[in-house]
């Protein structure tokens, strides 16, 4: 019953150009953390630098998320997409034609961040079309396109070891065209979507404390996301000695968890409440990160991993159910700053444990220091679910 009403009262068919537009542009976003083996073997990086080289495409999409969130919001999210995959396009030709020195890489790394930044189109484009009792559901379906990624971890290796590194680019312009005609096609602009408020409202809502205990959350749950996910393949085949191909084969079974869950993630929390859920699933990471901080065997690691990315994957999921209750008019731009934040934990993730592992020639440390700021995250995620208790009983009084 539950199912048939909401297929009933959104858009079937943008919700399922904003999953495929937010897919390939995750793809996208994350090849060069694929490919990140191959290119550090080529130039001989040091740990230090392979942390900078997956970072730069995250910190390239966490910059450019709040003017997407601005432009969709007053351009409205189809046009904004369009314009998002066009420029796209651009780092994928440098990749595949020009990119024979370092300095290319990271230029091209971070113009990847466009794609990153598709998720502050992505979402409140589907977002609006549905109403509040089925925000986790419509968002945790939009948002499971950062299962691009899971193509990226799984084809790039493989391509890379037939063709060469620079050639994945160039193959990835063919999924993109594909998806920028179907996005064209598909998608429909919310005709009760709320206009564009001024920049004024917008800094009234910064005020807000809740806008950036958000920020902070989502730069762990999605940060560890793509953070992880960008460093792992380096990590397994440096740390493990396991091949590319099969690092890149671990990585996707974990991205794979991480992606598909978070719908689940969206929908449990539509019951049981999303600052709730965002607690247990805290203290769950919390926990888990102090095992892969022993580096246990290949095996056990993997297991943790993958129970690590579902954490991930259902928190992200969870935020944004409570993101569309609290901040109802300003999701777009909302959505754009809480993805900077998740952006910029994902640059600083990969940055750390580079840096821990060159200073201390150790990959634990990194991953010790991830499990203090995940405790402080679990203490404020329990204090801000008093709260939301709180707002909604007094919402409901109101309504009475």
Same mark, same amino acid.
Do not use: C, D, H
């Given at each position: 019953m539950a199912r048939k009403s909401f297929w009933r009262v959104g858009h079937a068919p943008t919700l399922l150009s904003s999953f495929l537009y937010f897919d390939i542009s995750f793809m996208i976003w994350n %090849?060069?953390?694929?490919? /990140?083996v191959f290119?550090?073997?080529?130039? #001989? =990086?040091? *740990?230090?630098?392979?942390?900078?080289?997956?970072?730069?495409p995250v910190l390239g999409g966490a910059l450019l998320?709040?003017?997407m969130g601005l432009l969709a919001d007053r351009w409205g999210g189809k046009r904004a997409g369009l314009l998002g995959m066009a420029v796209t396009a651009m780092p994928l030709v440098w990749g595949w034609r020009f990119a024979d020195q370092m300095t290319d890489v990271y230029a091209l790394g971070f113009l990847l961040g466009v794609g990153g930044a598709s998720f502050a189109v992505a979402l409140p484009l589907a977002s609006r079309w549905y109403p509040k009792e089925y925000q986790g559901l419509a968002m945790g379906i939009a948002g499971a396109g950062n299962s691009g990624t899971v193509l990226a971890?799984?084809?790039?290796?493989? %391509?890379?070891?037939?063709? /060469?590194?620079?050639?994945?680019?160039?193959? #990835? =312009?063919? *999924?993109?065209?594909?998806?920028?005609?179907l996005f064209a096609w598909l998608a429909r602009e919310c005709p009760t979507a709320v206009k564009p408020i001024s920049l004024r409202e917008y800094r009234a809502v910064l005020q807000r404390k809740e806008a950036w205990l958000f920020c902070f959350f989502y730069s762990l749950s999605f940060g560890g996301f793509v953070g992880l996910t960008g460093y792992l393949g380096i990590f397994f085949f440096d740390e493990y000695g396991i091949s590319k191909v099969t690092a890149g084969d671990f990585v996707t079974a974990v991205v794979f968890a991480g992606s598909f869950i978070r719908p689940i993630g969206g929908y449990i929390a539509d019951r049981i409440g999303g600052m709730r859920l965002l607690s247990l699933l805290f203290a769950a990471g919390t926990l888990l990160l102090a095992c892969i901080g022993t580096l246990p065997s290949l095996f056990v690691l993997f297991g943790l991993m993958v129970a690590l990315f579902l954490c991930f994957g259902a928190a992200n999921g969870a935020l944004f159910q409570v993101v569309?209750?609290?901040?109802?008019?300003e999701v777009g731009l909302l959505t754009g700053i809480i993805g900077a934040a998740g952006g910029l934990g994902g640059f600083l993730l990969p940055n750390v444990l580079g840096v821990m592992k060159q200073w201390t020639g150790s990959s634990a440390y990194g991953f010790w220091m991830l499990v203090f700021v995940f405790?402080?995250?679990?203490?404020?995620?329990?204090?801000l679910q008093g709260t939301t208790v709180?707002?909604?009983?007094?919402?409901?009084?109101?309504a009475e």
């Open positions: %090849l060069l953390g694929a490919l /990140g290119v550090a073997e080529q130039f #001989a =990086l040091t *740990p230090a630098e392979k942390g900078l080289m997956v970072a730069i998320r709040i003017p971890t799984l084809f790039g290796p493989r %391509l890379a070891e037939m063709y /060469g590194w620079n050639a994945v680019f160039g193959l #990835a =312009l063919v *999924p993109l065209v594909v998806v920028f005609l569309p209750t609290w901040f109802p008019k405790m402080a995250a679990v203490m404020a995620a329990r204090r709180a707002v909604e009983s007094f919402s409901q009084k109101a």
